[in-house]
């Protein structure tokens, strides 16, 4: 399985962005699962939503407080990070995943990274 980030780019506060995360290879056996992290200069990499291939069962970090959406098509075998109200917390490099298993919160249960995207937050 490969995964390609794209859509990052340069935001001012309360701005948006999408991100995109497709998927080469994948099956059912072999990717059950997309996660999106981030990770910010200087600090450990962490969790920001995670998304279900089969039924679309989302799961997101307490802190993101319901500005941030996942999605995903199947069609396209690709994710989707919709990001709202943007704050320049919110600047990282912003990761996908896949992984074999579901709906994954903890980083050493994805198989397959991509090499991330530049999210920057700033006016």
């Known amino acids: 399985v490969q995964v390609r980030e794209s859509g990052g780019g340069l935001v001012e506060p309360g701005g948006s962005l999408t991100l995109s995360c497709a998927v080469s290879?994948?099956?059912?056996?072999?990717?059950?699962?997309m996660g999106w992290f981030r990770q910010a200069s200087g600090e450990e990499r962490e969790f920001v939503a995670g998304?279900?291939?089969?039924?679309?069962?989302?799961r997101y970090a307490d802190y993101l407080k319901g500005r941030f959406t996942a999605s995903r098509d199947i069609s396209k075998d690709t994710a989707y990070l919709e990001m709202n109200n943007l704050k320049p917390e919110d600047t990282a490099v912003y990761y996908c995943?896949?992984?074999?298993?579901?709906?994954?919160?903890?980083?050493?249960?994805?198989?397959?990274w991509g090499q991330g995207t530049q999210v920057t937050v700033s006016s």
């Open positions: 998304i279900r291939w089969g039924d679309g069962i989302t």
């Open positions: 290879g994948r099956t059912s056996s072999t990717s059950a699962g």
């Open positions: 995943a896949s992984n074999r298993l579901g709906l994954m919160v903890l980083a050493n249960l994805y198989d397959d």
